[in-house]
């Protein structure tokens, strides 16, 4: 074969004084990179806790020069049918097609600001592999511009194009050993705080601060990661087969 195949299972835990250390989901994941320089990511999401519960699928392609090409998302929230829909990035306009119970069939193109950063797809995974994409030797920090099919905080909603711009901060190089192993790692964080990284804002309110570790290599592989304020969880790579 041409390609090369990664494929990982996170799990979602508390850290609610009342809830700590207990599951409350959990993802699986497939990265596929072709020989043109082209990424494929595959995720399968899962969150308990809190209700309702959500249930989401995505299939993700960033091209060779790590824009994103297009975006598939099928959500399923309570338990019951949300919303599916489709993303694509030309190199000038995002656009969708998707349809759900409350929002009918529905068709978008937006111009896009440029540059853009990525799709922000709300799998943990994919989350990291944006950050590795940034060159973090000349700047730490930075402001990402997002194109999403949701702006709540744990994409629940019908697929529809939002624009976010979040912050993004490089706090250096850890070793960090997780269930799936040991592994160098670039500590960041996304930050939500224009008194931190100006020009943020935009997920449905202030997303507390979300600390993020991931390889420090070309997979830019996520490996543990916890959010604070009112959501209190965490996340660890608890199986990896490369």
Not at 88 to 111: C, K, N, W
Request: charged letters at 25%.
């Amino acid at each position: 074969m041409k390609h090369r195949i990664i494929e990982g299972r996170l799990e979602y835990t508390s850290r609610k004084p009342e809830m700590e250390g207990q599951n409350r989901g959990f993802e699986t994941f497939m990265f596929t990179h072709h020989s043109d320089g082209k990424v494929t990511m595959r995720a399968h999401c899962e969150i308990y806790d809190p209700e309702p519960t959500v249930m989401r699928d995505i299939i993700y392609a960033i091209d060779e020069h790590k824009q994103p090409m297009d975006c598939h998302v099928r959500l399923t929230v309570g338990d019951e049918f949300m919303g599916s829909g489709w993303m694509r990035f030309d190199g000038s306009h995002v656009e969708m097609e998707s349809y759900g119970p409350t929002i009918g069939r529905l068709s978008q193109r937006v111009a896009a600001e440029l540059p853009l950063d990525g799709f922000g797809t709300h799998p943990i995974v994919s989350d990291g592999y944006m950050l590795s994409t940034k060159d973090w030797d000349k700047e730490t920090k930075r402001l990402l511009n997002c194109y999403l099919p949701s702006p709540d905080h744990r994409g629940a909603t019908p697929p529809q194009i939002a624009q976010v711009k979040i912050g993004a901060i490089y706090l250096g190089k850890e070793e960090v050993t997780v269930p799936a192993g040991t592994f160098q790692c670039k500590h960041l964080q996304f930050v939500d705080d224009a008194s931190i990284v100006p020009g943020t804002g935009g997920m449905a309110g202030e997303h507390p601060a979300y600390d993020v570790w991931i390889t420090d290599d070309e997979d830019g592989l996520f490996v543990q990661g916890g959010v604070g304020g009112y959501m209190m969880t965490w996340y660890e790579l608890v199986e990896l087969k490369r």
